[in-house]
């Protein structure tokens, strides 16, 4: 069972434009939902985190909408630059019982082009 | 070091073989996490250490996955007789906190071992 589904598989946008990433979450008691952007070759980085009790967070070009009653969060990337082309997923967490245990969604290849 | 190390970077093994994947987590580092990253895939848990004391273990696929961390420092994943299915890249990571204290640690990922079975 998929507790986090992340759509689309990938992304195309031109540079300047918005990209946008969507997840859904099946699992009630999730309560920490990070985005990670991992560079070929390289691990997932931590790019911007959010928690139930709010429904957006900003920083820099990338924010976070958070719907609760939907169980749905999204990832959005403004002035979208060549340098943001990577993979992108969502994941979710618990504060219970396995809080250390990341539930991944299965990622968005994002492109910009010039 | 500044950040998560793994070694090696890349592994090549024939389907039988026995392989050690290393990581040193950030210093000081109470948590340490092992994933397995399969290709086009997202990261999927495979085990879960605080200190020296593995405490989750249930995303380990078979048997044939030991890992362990004796000093509560670095870590080993210890894959015997591999098959072709265990073609992935494996992720170590480490966190500051504790589990169950508060969500929303900020887990630091290294780079991976890749390991391809011939």
């Known amino acids: 069972q998929q507790q986090v589904k992340q759509s689309p598989q990938s992304l195309i946008v031109q540079k300047g434009g918005i990209s946008i990433i969507n997840c859904a979450y099946e699992n009630t008691a999730f309560d920490y939902f990070p985005w990670y952007q991992q560079f070929p070759g390289k691990g997932p980085a931590l790019l911007i985190a959010?928690?139930?009790?709010?429904s957006e967070k900003k920083e820099g070009r990338f924010t976070i909408s958070f719907n609760k009653s939907a169980k749905q969060f999204s990832l959005h990337i403004m002035d979208s630059q060549p340098g943001d082309s990577a993979t992108y997923f969502c994941a979710a967490s618990t504060s219970g019982a396995g809080s250390y245990q990341l539930t991944f969604g299965k990622g968005t290849k994002l492109s910009v082009i010039p | 070091g500044a950040g998560v190390s793994q070694s090696p970077r890349y592994k090549v093994a024939k389907r039988g073989q026995d392989v050690a994947l290393r990581c040193d987590p950030i210093?000081?580092?109470?948590?340490l996490f092992w994933y397995q990253q399969a290709l086009g895939q997202g990261p999927e848990f495979l085990t879960y250490?605080?200190?020296?004391?593995?405490?989750?273990k249930s995303g380990l696929p078979s048997d044939r996955f030991f890992a362990e961390r004796p000093e509560g420092s670095v870590s080993t994943l210890k894959i015997q007789r591999t098959q072709q299915e265990d073609s992935a890249v494996y992720l170590c990571a480490s966190s500051s906190r504790r589990s169950g204290r508060d969500s929303g640690n900020t887990i630091y990922f290294g780079e991976g071992s890749w390991l391809t079975v011939v």
């Open positions: 959010i928690r139930p009790d709010v």
């Open positions: 210093s000081g580092h109470v948590s």
């Open positions: 250490f605080q200190n020296e004391a593995q405490l989750d």
